[in-house]
């Protein structure tokens, strides 16, 4: 079991505060790097043709290994697994004190920081604070914690229509989108998680369909080192 932080933005922060999200997509990488298709042994779709070169060994780590291989993604020990649990970080604003002090829950009545996704914050914090990117988030600020359930490998655009809806979206217009006010609005929910992901990534990223993390996990309203494993 591993402790690690996993960035979300105010949409899903609230869709995971409100219960419709459970699952996410992360674009695989190991040690930041995106896998190559290494070939001879299948299709594009195979993710034992999937991997990255490692020169000190004169071979390749793959996505999936086959028997005898000697390491695949999930023996590294950066990837993900069931048991893991996760802090997230979002968007934030800190109190005057905690600006001006760096302070801890305990020196200003756990209530340091403002959660961007709860809205605009009162004037104690917006005043005299500036809204901080969710990467620097420390631990202790958390206030949800994931379990992770299940772990899946698959590419991008093999998400189904029940994954997508678990990705935390919500019916508006007659549709799905992101939240109710119809952001990242589609047909189905399929058709909105392609918009959502895009706008997360970049255009062209479904598109370019890489592999992807499918995490499923279980939230838990509190902080990280508060939560009971």
């Known amino acids: 079991m591993t402790d690690r932080p996993i960035i979300f933005s105010a ?23 995106l896998p190559d298709y290494v070939g001879g042994r299948g299709f594009t779709h195979d993710p034992t043709c999937w991997g990255w070169e490692d020169s000190n060994n004169g071979d390749y780590v793959t996505i999936e290994k086959e028997d005898g291989q000697r390491m695949g993604w ?32 305990s020196d200003w009545g756990n209530k340091p920081i403002w959660y961007c996704a709860d809205g605009e914050p009162d004037p104690l914090y917006s005043a ?17 914690t994931l379990t ?14 029940d994954d997508a809806q678990a990705e935390g979206l919500v019916q508006a217009y007659e549709g799905w989108a992101t939240d109710t006010q119809g952001r990242c609005w589609g047909p189905t929910a399929r058709d909105s998680f ?23 996990f279980d939230v838990h309203r509190g902080n990280i080192d508060e939560v009971q494993p």
């Open 128 to 144: 005299s604070s500036r809204k901080r990117p969710s990467i620097h988030m420390p631990r202790w600020a958390s206030r949800l």
């Open 194 to 216: 392609v918009q959502l992901f895009d706008s997360l990534h970049g255009d062209g990223v479904w598109e370019a369909n890489p592999w992807v993390v499918a995490l499923t």
């Open 148 to 161: 992770v359930t299940d772990v899946r490998v698959q590419r991008l655009q093999d998400i189904t229509e």
């Open 74 to 105: 999930r023996d590294w020990r950066g990837a993900y697994r069931a048991g893991d649990r996760l802090y997230v970080r979002e968007a934030f604003q800190g109190h005057s004190a905690y600006e001006a002090h760096g302070y801890k829950p």
């Open 11 to 33: 949409p899903m922060v609230r869709a995971l505060i409100e219960g419709r999200k459970f699952q996410t997509r992360r674009i695989l990488k190991l040690a930041g790097r």
